[in-house]
Nanobody, 126 residues
Framework: QVQLVEFGGGLVQTGGSLTLSCVASGRTFTDYTMGWFRQSPGKVREFVAAINWSGDETYVTDSVKGRLSISRDNTKNTVSLHMNSLKSDDTAVYYC???????????????????WGQGTLVTVSS
């Protein structure tokens, strides 16, 4: 079982930028499609972005496309979420997730079955 730990959350002003990182351990990192989800207060957890094992395919939800992007560094077992032009609506706990199924299956369902991190809080204030 892969273990995931997120880093990088914090307080940022509206319009600012922040990069979250998630470090994986315990299994071969390239066996996994990686993703980011978020949960705002009073809302259900929602999908944000996903990236395939090699990093050459990404999928970002429409609501954040152009502002948030995902990348991975397989030499460091790390997946990152790059966030720009942050809005108050981006305030949430952000979770990293892993799934060992093939990329098309993961993207079709947007469900990550293998592991989740503990989450990191991002607060966007004006």
């Amino acid at each position: 079982q892969v273990q995931l730990v997120e880093f990088g959350g914090g307080l940022v002003q509206t319009g600012g930028s922040l990069t979250l990182s998630c470090v994986a351990s315990g299994r071969t990192f390239t066996d996994y499609t990686m993703g980011w989800f978020r949960q705002s207060p009073g809302k259900v957890r929602e999908f944000v972005a996903a990236i395939n094992w090699s990093g050459d395919e990404t999928y970002v939800t429409d609501s954040v496309k152009g502002r948030l992007s995902i990348s991975r560094d397989n030499t460091k077992n790390t997946v990152s979420l790059h966030m720009n032009s942050l809005k108050s609506d981006d305030t949430a706990v952000y979770y990293c997730a892993a799934d060992s199924r093939e990329w098309p299956m993961v993207v079709a369902s947007l469900k990550f079955l293998d592991a989740w991190g503990q989450g990191t809080l991002v607060t966007v204030s004006s």
